[in-house]
């Protein structure tokens, strides 16, 4: 019954901002540790943060740090994926995940996935 859905992907330019969004259903989204990670095409999937079910922690991939920020609302069941300065590289299909039992950076830990978003950053 768990789902999640991810919203808010497009096109924008190099430099430019995006904020994506991973929306929960089934359960209460408190229940989970989110993690977002990314895909580029003929690259293996990576990890890009994660936050832990109360908003307390964070880890973020070195690639990203300074620039995305992960915050949730916990009221509204959604995550929220803030993306500044956005380069190139950052091009990829963004999932969103969950996790009960797991907190950290091995996307095969996590329980629940969404179907992507897919950004991708002209330049």
């Known amino acids: 019954q768990v789902q999640l859905v991810e919203s808010g992907g497009g096109l924008v330019q190099a430099g430019g901002s995006l904020r994506l969004s991973c929306a929960v259903s089934?359960?209460?989204?408190?229940?989970?540790?989110i993690g977002w990670f990314r895909q580029a095409p003929g690259k293996e999937r990576e990890f890009v943060v994660t936050?832990?079910?109360?908003?307390?922690?964070?880890q973020y991939a070195d690639s990203v740090k300074g620039r995305l920020t992960i915050s949730r609302d916990n009221a509204k069941n959604t995550v929220f994926l803030q993306m500044n300065n956005v380069k190139p590289e950052d091009t990829a299909v963004y999932y969103c995940?969950?996790?009960?039992?797991?907190?950290?950076?091995?996307?095969?830990?996590?329980?629940?996935w969404g179907q992507g978003t897919q950004v991708t950053v002209s330049s």
């Open positions: 089934g359960r209460t989204i408190s229940m989970f540790n």
């Open positions: 995940a969950a996790a009960m039992a797991y907190y950290g950076r091995d996307g095969s830990r996590y329980d629940y």
């Open positions: 936050i832990s079910w109360n908003g307390v922690n964070t």
